[in-house]
């Protein structure tokens, strides 16, 4: 059974960062595309990042130069480092498989505010 755990929000001023882990079991992250979502409120959850079972990886335009995803396969955990926040940064932020739908399970999501 497949449990993925995020955390590491909070919230922070613009410019500043944060690091975002995901400890997955049930799957093994280095085997799979990993992938991070995020849904600000009253929108549709979005794609943000994902890194491939060859660690090359890819970006929405909007995080791209701001937001780096790794993973730890010894942890089994997946990160998302932001830097250079801005306020429409502002979501519930998700990992889980590439490509997984609304009908999959998803974990409780950390939430991310940036503001002044």
């Known amino acids: 059974q497949v449990r993925l755990v995020e955390s590491g929000g909070g919230l922070v001023q613009p410019g500043g960062s944060l690091r975002l882990s995901c400890a997955a079991s049930g799957i093994i992250v280095g085997a799979n595309a990993m992938a991070w979502y995020r849904q600000a409120l009253g929108k549709q959850r979005e794609w943000v990042a994902n890194?491939?079972?060859?660690?090359?990886?890819y970006y929405a335009d909007s995080v791209k130069g701001r937001f780096t995803i790794s993973r730890d396969s010894a942890k089994n955990t997946v990160y998302l480092q932001m830097n250079s926040l801005k306020p429409e940064d502002t979501a519930v932020y998700y990992c889980?498989?590439?490509?997984?739908?609304?009908?999959?399970?998803w974990g409780q999501g950390t939430q991310v505010t940036v503001s002044s």
């Open positions: 890194i491939n079972y060859g660690r090359t990886t």
């Open positions: 889980n498989q590439l490509g997984a739908s609304r009908g999959s399970y």
